[in-house]
């Protein structure tokens, strides 16, 4: 649930380019469309046009290159950003791999939404959901050994590099929309 007052700002685009997570990804073949991971946002506040909230980039989840920095942080080319009306009551289904963010809310009233995010078992959401406690002896191992350990979850999931160093590459999506 995301509850925000009038004025609030918004959430960087993120995905919708080809990106290396478990989860992020949309694939059409032989006439079957398939998707990782699936978000439903249900409104429950009024979301009209063009005044912030849910955006988009439509049909970036069919994306094979990386998307500039300053369309991310909708700096650049906003006019490819879709910001769609809606009414409290009513949900926005969308897959993960599709450019997505919030643009700042410039409403009189808040934002309110419910978002749900469906993928399969073995890919945890995000790894706040779960308390991961690692056993004593875990301390004797290196950063690679011990991110080897923990559960399968999308965000802030340990990279291993081949020289043994651990990697969290999705951090760079943390910056707010302007």
Request: aromatic share 12%.
């Amino acid at each position: 649930m995301f509850d925000y007052p009038p004025g609030t700002e918004g959430h960087a685009l993120h995905f919708g380019e080809p990106f290396p997570q478990d989860g992020v990804w949309y694939q059409a073949r032989g006439g079957t469309l398939r998707s990782g991971l699936l978000a439903v946002e249900f409104l429950l506040t009024d979301q009209p046009a063009g005044r912030g909230g849910f955006c988009a980039i439509p049909g970036s989840h069919k994306a094979n290159f990386p998307r500039p920095k300053a369309i991310s942080l909708w700096e650049q080319d906003q006019s490819v950003v879709s910001n769609p009306g809606a009414r409290a009551g009513d949900v926005i289904m969308f897959t993960e791999a599709l450019a997505h963010g919030t643009l700042p809310w410039r409403n009189e009233f808040g934002r309110r939404v419910a978002v749900y995010r469906y993928a399969p078992k073995t890919v945890q959401y995000a790894s706040s959901f779960h308390k991961v406690v690692m056993a004593e002896w875990a301390g004797e191992l290196t950063a690679a050994q011990r991110a080897a350990l923990e559960p399968a979850h999308f965000y802030d999931k340990a990279i291993i590099e081949p020289d043994g160093s651990v990697s969290r590459p999705w951090e760079e999506y943390d910056e707010p929309a302007r």
